[in-house]
């Protein structure tokens, strides 16, 4: 009977845990504009507040381990569908995190040269350390989530855990947040035009969708029962 109950439970609770985690990868949202001033070429000798830079890193660090955990969580079922995808997710997810830490590390470094008064001579650095955010947000943020969402889009939509129509919103999304990518790295349009954004659009959906079916959904039951059936 305890048997029972635990192969009953746990799916909702790895769902609802992982749409909490999906929902809070959104939390970065603001860094839009909170990183807005980093752009300026005179950044690190001008006047004004380093907070905003900060907060925007600590959500973009909170962001990177909520990414981490959403596969880790998932792991334990979606490995019943596919083991090495699962697994890929969780590395796939781990590199995204690795390129957001670098890049917050990037920015503050920026802030640290700021907050010490460097001189005129650090302009060039700061420029440098911008460029490199910018090209690690370009790989970490546009081309990782689209590998992260073809991977669980793919194992969401052969174990039919949710609706196949939201899978398949992954399924798509990731080749169209790749385009976007190249299109970017390849110079067709710049990594802060509006178009830019709208490749990025199909997976945001996916991922917002997804974390919200999740925490008032759920995993179809008797997709996670055959799930579990199949491993015994």
Same mark, same amino acid.
């Given at each position: 009977?305890?048997?029972?109950?635990?192969?009953?439970?746990?799916?909702?609770?790895?769902?609802?845990?992982?749409?909490?985690?999906?929902?809070?990868?959104?939390v970065?949202?603001?860094?839009?504009?909170?990183?807005?001033?980093?752009?300026?070429?005179?950044?690190?000798?001008?006047?004004?507040?380093?907070?905003?830079?900060?907060?925007?890193?600590?959500?973009?660090?909170?962001?990177?381990?909520?990414?981490i955990?959403?596969?880790?969580?998932?792991?334990?079922?979606?490995?019943?569908?596919?083991?090495?995808?699962?697994?890929?997710?969780?590395?796939?997810?781990?590199?995204?995190?690795?390129?957001?830490? $670098?890049?917050?590390?990037? /920015?503050?470094s920026? #802030?640290? =040269?700021?907050?010490? &008064?460097?001189? *005129?001579? +650090?302009?060039?650095?700061?420029?440098?350390?911008?460029?490199?955010y910018?090209?690690?947000?370009?790989?970490?943020?546009?081309?990782?989530?689209?590998?992260?969402?073809?991977?669980?889009?793919?194992?969401?939509?052969?174990?039919?855990?949710?609706?196949?129509?939201?899978?398949?919103?992954?399924?798509?999304?990731?080749?169209?947040?790749?385009?976007?990518?190249?299109?970017?790295?390849?110079?067709?349009?710049?990594?802060?035009?509006?178009?830019?954004?709208?490749?990025?659009?199909? $997976?945001?959906?996916?991922? /917002?969708?997804?974390? #919200?079916? =999740?925490?008032?959904? &759920?995993?179809? *039951?008797? +997709?996670?029962?055959?799930?579990?059936?199949?491993?015994?």
């Amino acid at each position: 009977m305890a048997a029972n109950e635990q192969s009953a439970t746990t799916p909702n609770k790895i769902a609802k845990t992982a749409g909490v985690l999906y929902l809070l990868t959104f939390v970065s949202i603001p860094t839009l504009s909170l990183y807005s001033s980093i752009h300026d070429p005179n950044f690190i000798l001008g006047p004004g507040p380093d907070t905003p830079v900060i907060i925007g890193g600590l959500l973009e660090i909170i962001v990177a381990l909520a990414g981490i955990g959403t596969a880790v969580v998932l792991f334990p079922l979606l490995k019943k569908q596919n083991e090495a995808a699962a697994l890929g997710l969780v590395a796939s997810r781990i590199v995204e995190a690795g390129t957001m830490f $670098v890049g917050v590390a990037f /920015l503050l470094s920026i #802030v640290t =040269l700021r907050q010490a &008064g460097a001189a *005129a001579d +650090a302009v060039v650095t700061s420029h440098a350390l911008v460029s490199l955010y910018d090209r690690i947000f370009l790989l970490g943020q546009s081309f990782m989530p689209a590998i992260n969402d073809m991977l669980l889009g793919f194992l969401l939509y052969k174990s039919r855990l949710v609706p196949r129509i939201l899978s398949a919103i992954g399924l798509v999304g990731g080749p169209v947040l790749i385009a976007g990518y190249l299109s970017v790295l390849f110079g067709v349009i710049g990594q802060h035009d509006p178009m830019a954004g709208l490749f990025a659009v199909p $997976v945001a959906l996916f991922e /917002l969708s997804l974390g #919200v079916w =999740l925490v008032v959904k &759920g995993f179809n *039951a008797s +997709a996670t029962d055959s799930l579990l059936h199949n491993m015994e």
